[in-house]
Nanobody, 118 residues
Framework: QVQLVESGGGLVQPGGSRRLSCAASGIIFNINAMGWYRQAPGKQRELVARIGSGGSTVYADSVKGRFTISRDNAKNTVYLQMNSLKPEDTAFYYC????????????WGRGTQVTVSS
């Protein structure tokens, strides 16, 4: 059974940091591109960052220089390190598997909420 399980969400103050994790099972992790997306209330789901099987990365302009996506193939896990968080980063964050570095795959996790507020 293919499964992506996100963790690490929560409440963080503006300017703070948070690391999200996504544990994958049921897929050959090391050959899959992985990504993080987010969806704020009333808005469409948008790309945050993607990482290819070889480690190449793509970021949304809004998070460049603040967020870092990485992967640990030995642990079947992809991470999103978020620094200098802003209130506009508040959203439900979803993990995605498959596709390519430039486009999402068909496998999604259930998401984790990140709220940036003082």
């Amino acid at each position: 059974q293919v499964q992506l399980v996100e963790s690490g969400g929560g409440l963080v103050q503006p300017g703070g940091s948070r690391r999200l994790s996504c544990a994958a099972s049921g897929i050959i992790f090391n050959i899959n591109a992985m990504g993080w997306y987010r969806q704020a209330p009333g808005k469409q789901r948008e790309l945050v960052a993607r990482i290819g099987s070889g480690g190449s990365t793509v970021y949304a302009d809004s998070v460049k220089g603040r967020f870092t996506i990485s992967r640990d193939n030995a642990k079947n896990t992809v991470y999103l390190q978020m620094n200098s968080l802003k209130p506009e980063d508040t959203a439900f964050y979803y993990c995605n598997a498959g596709g390519s570095i430039y486009g999402s795959g068909s496998i999604w996790g259930r998401g984790t909420q990140v709220t940036v507020s003082s």
